[in-house]
């Protein structure tokens, strides 16, 4: 890898800011209070689809290892259960495996926060709000942009991404079982069976052998759902997914999916929201499932659900993701001046 | 050969749906929602048209094993570019979609390397830098000074350069053909 100064992006790169200005006023304006928090941890939550940095604290002869978070979730739930309140955390998170492309890098700013007494629907219509209020604070003051955003497109709450006009009014709601039978031809019987599942999918002319039900549902969703979301004029929010993608979101009272909703724009993935899993009992025994991990498991986690977690729910934004729609790029590094790939 | 998907890398050759295609661009990423996932776009190159593909990280590929083979770019007419083999003096023809607009940058006589695989060719590879005279140049407006300032020139292959406003007509500049940028003079 190298090192590269893009100042180049300077104009970008201030859209990026201000976009980071216009979530702190928002937070601070509806109550939610501000954590800052470690990024090495000893200990880690186990989400085995996350790999994770590794490094080693050294003082003489002693040493320990340390991981870099992957979320602040593991720090933030503690804080909840002892009473916190309304929070969030806007920093670095890290993550392994991910080479740096238009919509990845290893380390990236999160914006995660979490609102008690709300389910994940009633915490999308605050992540509208949210989009609505960054809209309203931005200051133009790149030439390009300015051709792109007039004061009437601000008031009806809207942007233009990439010579689309995105109004922030209301959500395009679908189901992920919807989204399957539109986009894919899967019907929801088929989604939810697994044999069936990958019987559709071998017909769909995809490979079968060796994978299971959660590869290939990554792989059509990736493949053919993504692409459609966030394409008809309104950020699409897709929400209901099946079980087998919950590690800590809590379970719908079909017992077949969670409340977890993603959001899009331009097939862009945004956001990741739950109502977050409170019984620990269950979340003990997601855990337990989880397949091998290198890093220590939080107990401290679980020890914090049991003390009392109160409903609530949380979401992971990724903010140069979110900026890029904003500047009207179509990648994350355009809104960097130093990058490494 | 056969690899894992999360290795794919640009340039390389796979068959995908029964046709040879070059791959243009690959990423590796998680999505938080099972496995880790190789989201490549990939060049049909008979069509010369782009499809993009998500495989699974660890779905086995078979990337082909091309030759590349030095050729004189010779000519082209409408629809194609040819070049000839120097050894056996045989001509190759290549369509222009296939090989896009990088062919702008081609001057007749300059020698290339061309991917064959079963004595057939497929596209060339990218030469790193090339070198052209320029034949058209305004000269730069009178007090403009500002640093980076560009200006438009055209090239002895036709094409057109964005390149610092003291360059000027009949000068050589090297340029990176794949960006199309201008990449200093020679």
Redesign the interface.
């Known amino acids: 890898m190298k090192i590269q100064t893009t100042v180049g992006n300077l104009e970008n790169y201030k859209i990026y800011l201000q976009v980071e200005k216009a979530v702190h006023e928002f937070m601070e304006k509806n109550n939610y209070l501000k954590i800052n928090l470690p990024v090495l941890s000893p200990a880690l939550i186990p989400e085995s689809?996350?790999?994770v940095f590794e490094t080693e604290f050294k003082f003489l002869d002693k040493k320990e290892k340390l991981y870099l978070t992957p979320s602040p979730e593991l720090f933030l739930k503690r804080l909840l259960a002892h009473g916190v309140g309304d929070c969030y955390y806007l920093g670095k998170s890290f993550?392994n495996?991910?080479?740096p492309?238009?919509?990845?890098s290893y380390e990236f700013m999160m914006l995660e926060f979490y609102k008690l007494g709300v389910n994940y629907l009633e915490m999308a219509d605050i992540v509208l709000e949210l989009l609505k209020s960054i809209n309203k604070q931005l200051r133009i003051t790149n030439d390009e942009l300015k051709k792109i955003r007039n004061p009437k497109s601000v008031i009806n709450n809207q942007i233009i991404y990439q010579d689309k006009t995105i109004s922030f009014k209301k959500w395009e709601k679908i189901t992920v079982s919807q989204a399957f039978e539109k986009y894919a031809g899967i019907s929801e019987k088929e989604l939810f069976d697994h044999k069936l599942f990958i019987k559709k999918s071998k017909e769909k002319?995809y490979?079968v052998d060796g994978?299971n039900y959660?590869?290939?549902?990554?792989?059509i969703?990736?493949?053919e759902i993504e692409?459609n979301l966030g394409k008809n004029g309104f950020p699409t929010l897709i929400y209901d997914?099946p079980k087998?993608?919950a590690a800590l979101a809590k379970l719908n009272k079909n017992k077949r999916t969670i409340q977890r909703f993603e959001f899009y724009i331009e097939g862009i993935?945004l956001g990741?929201c739950y109502t977050e899993l409170t019984d620990w009992k269950e979340q003990e025994l997601r855990f337990n499932k989880e397949r091998s991990v290198i890093h220590p498991i939080d107990k401290g986690y679980i020890e914090a659900l049991k003390y009392g977690l109160q409903d609530c729910s949380g979401i992971a934004i990724g903010l140069e993701r979110l900026a890029m729609i904003f500047a009207n790029v179509d990648s994350i590094d355009k809104l960097k001046l130093i990058n490494i790939s | 050969m056969r690899i894992n998907a999360g290795n794919l890398k640009k340039g390389e050759f796979v068959f995908f749906q029964g046709e040879i295609c070059q791959v243009q661009k690959a990423d590796f990423y998680s999505p938080g929602k099972g496995s880790a996932l190789m989201k490549a776009r990939l060049k049909n190159l008979v069509s010369a048209k782009n499809v993009e593909y998500a495989y699974k990280s660890n779905e086995q590929v078979e990337v082909l094993d091309v030759t590349s083979v030095d050729m004189q770019y010779i000519y082209k007419d409408q629809e194609n570019l040819y070049f000839m083999d120097e050894q056996t003096f045989n001509q190759s023809a290549l369509p222009i979609s296939v090989v896009g607009d990088i062919s702008r940058f081609f001057k007749e006589g300059e020698k290339m390397f061309v991917y064959m695989y079963n004595d057939k060719p497929l596209t060339i590879r990218p030469p790193m830098s090339v070198r052209l005279k320029i034949v058209e140049a305004d000269d730069a407006a009178k007090g403009d000074t500002v640093s980076g300032a560009k200006k438009p020139v055209k090239v002895e292959t036709g094409a057109t350069v964005m390149v610092p406003i003291f360059v000027k007509v009949g000068e050589t500049i090297s340029i990176n053909p794949e960006t199309g940028e201008y990449t200093g003079r020679v």
């Open positions: 689809y996350l790999q993550r495996s991910d080479p492309a238009s919509l990845h002319g490979r994978f959660e590869d290939l549902w990554s792989q969703y990736s493949q692409p997914y087998e993608f993935e990741d």
